[in-house]
Structures are given as structure tokens and as C-alpha cells.
């Protein structure tokens, strides 16, 4: 903790934002997918409370991050104005594709900053292609270049383009998939699996990589793999149970889900990490959320 409020200290000393804070929380969280910063208005500064994934895996970066917001929020360029925002409920659509655009511009600032990150430019583009199913990947492609290019952005712009992509000024216009293209797509991701598989560079770290997911498959029953742009998924009743991200090199992201306190927990699986207990957390939290489901 006393290195997480450390590196929190440098990095608002070096966006210059320390005379604006006059205190920071940090609570810990289980996964990278969780972290966020709440702020609260007091006067004339703010409160920020910052939850952080407790690995020390990017951990300069992933704070440095967080802190762009605030960033972008204190910026009266930015033209924050949070009551123009989409509402999560109402509009879960547009709220996603607008916390995807305020990402990409946070993300690619920290590439240009040359700082590293847990979400780089490959894996952001892909949870962005991922999430972009009503259209063809080429168009989407060519909208997250262009988000991923713009270096700067106001606050009803990205309101603006999470209502519409056709706002954006492209070469290229944005083509819907058709049925068929996406019939076809959804084949190609079924093989996908090997695909991740055959980017792991090491075969014995392949090999264990592949033990899992076929450890997965058998032990949980009723468990359906599939293959996402960034990673493979094990769902269960239709929800996410597992999900392995590969990250290019002799190791991968494990994320599971915890139905007892209904959250997400993230762990780094590396060569050196013992398979065996890898396999009995799958079975420990499968064994959860298969007995809730028979409750039910």
C-alpha cells in the first residue's frame, strides 16, 4: 500500500494536479478490469478515491492512467459536463461505446508517453472490435484507428461520437456486417482458441496453457468456451466464469469469477506457476456457482 500512495504522489505532482487533491484513498481490488477513481467535489479541490488491482504487474502505469481522468475532468478544454452523459440503464449501448472512446483516448496517450500499460493499443483494440458486433471488423478497425489517432478530444465529443461513429470524419465509410459475414465470423472464432494457443511463444508454456482450458472444459460442466479477440472465455450460463488473456509472451492474465462475493479476481499464470492450484481454484469457484445454480 505504502508504494501504491507513493506512486500516486509522484504522478499528480507530475500532471500537476497535487494542489487540486487534498486527499487520496486507495482500496485494493481483485482484478485490473475493476480499477476506477471516484472524485468528490469539496470547494475549491477534491477527494479522490482510486481502486487498484493489488499486482504489482504495470502498476506505475495502471495508476498513471486512472489519474488521466482526472485529469481530463479538472481540464476546462475537456468541457466535462457529466449531465450530458449517457445513462447506464437506459442506454447500456451507447454508455459501453462511450467508456470505450474515453478509454482509447486515455490509453493512447500513455503509448505516447511511452508508459507501460495494462491495456496497450493491441488489447484495447480488440475489447473495442469485440465490442462493436454490428459491424464488419475492417469497419471497425478503421473507427478505433482513427479514435486511437486523435490526439485530442472534448468531453460532447465523445458523448457526441458514442451516439453515432458517423461523426467521425474516416476515408472509409463504416459498413454494418450482413448476416452472412457474421455467420461466418462467429465459425472463425470458434477456432480461435488455437489461434491464442499458437501465439504463445513457449510449447511448454502452450502446453500448460492448453491443460487448463481442457481442465476447464471437462471439470465444469455445462461450461461453453469462446474465443474473443483479446483472449479465450469459459462462460457458464451465459455469464463469464473464466477468461485467460495471453499477453504475448511466456505468460497470461487468469480471471475468474468469485460467486460468493460476486466479483472478479485476476492473477499472472507464468511458466513457473503450479498448475495443480490453478486447477483447484477452478473447481473451488465453479463448485460456488454451480451449487447457487441449483438453488435456484
Not at 66 to 72: A, Q
Request: charged letters at 30%; glycine letters at 2%; hydrophobic letters at 35%.
Amino acid at each position: 500500500m505504502e508504494e501504491k500512495k507513493a506512486i500516486v504522489q509522484e504522478v499528480i505532482n507530475i500532471l500537476g494536479i497535487a494542489p487540486l487533491i487534498s486527499s487520496v484513498i486507495i482500496e485494493n481490488e481483485d482484478s485490473p478490469w475493476s480499477e476506477k477513481a471516484h472524485i468528490k467535489w469539496k470547494k475549491d479541490h477534491l477527494d479522490v478515491k482510486a481502486f487498484v488491482w493489488d499486482d504489482p504487474t504495470y502498476l506505475y502505469g495502471r495508476i498513471y492512467r486512472l489519474f488521466l481522468y482526472i485529469v481530463d475532468v479538472l481540464n476546462p478544454i475537456f468541457e466535462y459536463k457529466p449531465r450530458i452523459s449517457p445513462d447506464e440503464q437506459q442506454e447500456p449501448t451507447v454508455r459501453e461505446r462511450y467508456n470505450q472512446i474515453w478509454s482509447i483516448y486515455v490509453d493512447s496517450r500513455m503509448e505516447r508517453l511511452e508508459i507501460e500499460n495494462f491495456f496497450d493499443k493491441t488489447l484495447r483494440k480488440n475489447i473495442f472490435i469485440d465490442s462493436e458486433k454490428n459491424l464488419s471488423s475492417a469497419a471497425a478497425n478503421t473507427i478505433f484507428d482513427a479514435l486511437w489517432e486523435k490526439e485530442s478530444y472534448t468531453y460532447p465529443e465523445i458523448i457526441e461520437y458514442a451516439y453515432d461513429l458517423k461523426k467521425l470524419k474516416l476515408k472509409t465509410p463504416i459498413v454494418p456486417v450482413d448476416t452472412f459475414n457474421k455467420h461466418i465470423t462467429d465459425l472463425l472464432h470458434g477456432s480461435s482458441v488455437s489461434r491464442h494457443l499458437e501465439n504463445i511463444p513457449s510449447s511448454e508454456f502452450r502446453e500448460t496453457v492448453n491443460d487448463i482450458i481442457s481442465f476447464a472444459a471437462y471439470h465444469c460442466k455445462d461450461a461453453f468456451i469462446l474465443s474473443k479477440y483479446y483472449g479465450i472465455c469459459i462462460l457458464y450460463n451465459r455469464q463469464v466464469f473464466l477468461e485467460l488473456i495471453p499477453t504475448g509472451k511466456d505468460s497470461l492474465y487468469l480471471t475468474v469469477f468469485d460467486g460468493q462475493t460476486n466479483t472478479f479476481s485476476t492473477l499472472t499464470v507464468t511458466k513457473e506457476t503450479d498448475t495443480s492450484s490453478i486447477q483447484e481454484l477452478i473447481k473451488e469457484k465453479y463448485a460456488l456457482i454451480a451449487k447457487q445454480d441449483e438453488r435456484l
